[in-house]
Structures are given as structure tokens and as C-alpha cells.
């Protein structure tokens, strides 16, 4: 199960909140919206704060997503 508190902590602390990711998040100030990209998985990750309650929201790599079969 997801845990919020957990993948927050980790974008704060500039690491990647995927599973069993290890790597680390580059600066938010490089990116115009924001985000954070992984230097392994390559996912994009954010925390933000929505009606007084912090999120991570991510934007899933290449590694994490799957490719669909033509038909």
C-alpha cells in the first residue's frame, strides 16, 4: 500500500519514492514546474500542498510503465 507520509519524507529528503528505487531526486529549481526526476528510474516526483494536506504525485519513467501491445 502506498504511504504518503513515507514518499513525501523521501522527495523532501531528495531521494526517489518508487519501490525499491535508490536513487536521488535532482532540484526542483531545474525544472520550470517543479519537479524532482530520479537519476536511476528516471520517474518525477513533487510534493505539494493541496487545500492544507501535502501530496506526492508522480510522473512514472520508462522503467514503471508498461508498453502497450499494438493491435
Given at each position: 500500500?502506498?504511504?504518503?507520509?513515507?514518499?513525501?519524507?523521501?522527495?523532501?529528503?531528495?531521494c526517489?519514492?518508487?519501490?525499491?528505487?535508490?536513487?536521488?531526486?535532482?532540484?526542483?529549481?531545474?525544472?520550470?514546474g517543479?519537479w524532482?526526476?530520479?537519476?536511476v528510474?528516471?520517474c518525477?516526483?513533487?510534493?505539494?500542498?493541496?487545500?492544507?494536506t501535502?501530496y506526492?504525485?508522480?510522473?512514472?519513467?520508462?522503467?514503471?510503465?508498461r508498453?502497450e501491445?499494438?493491435?
Amino acid at each position: 500500500m502506498f504511504d504518503r507520509a513515507r514518499a513525501v519524507a523521501t522527495i523532501e529528503a531528495g531521494c526517489c519514492a518508487c519501490p525499491g528505487c535508490q536513487g536521488e531526486l535532482t532540484s526542483a529549481d531545474r525544472s520550470p514546474g517543479g519537479w524532482r526526476h530520479c537519476q536511476v528510474c528516471r520517474c518525477a516526483w513533487k510534493a505539494e500542498a493541496i487545500n492544507g494536506t501535502v501530496y506526492a504525485t508522480s510522473i512514472k519513467g520508462p522503467t514503471h510503465t508498461r508498453l502497450e501491445s499494438p493491435v
